[in-house]
């Protein structure tokens, strides 16, 4: 089966990438779940806008990429969030969040999708971020999430 992703899945591509999927994994996952759309002629015209949208929020070259990535690890990323009695947080951090205390931190705006968490953040304390910058380049942050008074 032919498609087109619309997102990026980890293993297949980027937006905008035209492969080919077994027929099972096309029609009962990525279909569904919105990470492709079924590939056309007309369809293959909207890839064209997929791919500028893309290099829009793309990082441009390698080199942008390393100088991203020293900025981050340079970095102290503190995220208030509420919390009971024991540390345990109401709710837990998104990537969103993460990209939002980047920000207020003085880092560069990042894309949610890429970041790599190591699990649910539910709790307070430092945690570990993965954030794939490039396919060559993934820079790594520690985000310490703190009570909020």
């Known amino acids: 089966m032919k498609i087109i992703l619309t997102q990026e899945v980890s293993g297949l591509g980027a937006p905008g990438d035209i492969i080919e999927v077994k027929d099972g ?30 290099s829009a929020r793309e990082i441009r070259d390698l080199g942008h990429a390393s100088e991203v990535k020293t900025q981050l690890e340079g970095l102290k990323v503190n ?17 969103a969040e993460i990209v939002d205390a980047v920000k207020a931190a003085g880092g560069p705006t990042l894309d ?3 970041l790599e968490l190591p ?4 709790s ?23 009570q909020s008074k």
């Open 25 to 54: 994994y096309g029609r009962n996952y990525l279909l569904p779940q919105g990470f492709a759309i079924a590939w056309t002629k007309g369809a293959e015209k909207q890839v064209t806008v997929i791919k500028r949208a893309r």
């Open 79 to 95: 995220l208030t969030a509420r919390a009971g009695d024991g540390g345990r947080l109401f709710g837990s951090v998104t990537p």
């Open 112 to 114: 949610r999708r890429r």
């Open 119 to 122: 699990g649910h953040i539910k």
């Open 124 to 146: 307070l304390g430092s945690y570990p971020v993965r954030i794939k910058l490039h396919p060559e380049v993934t820079a790594k942050f520690d985000l310490n999430v703190v």
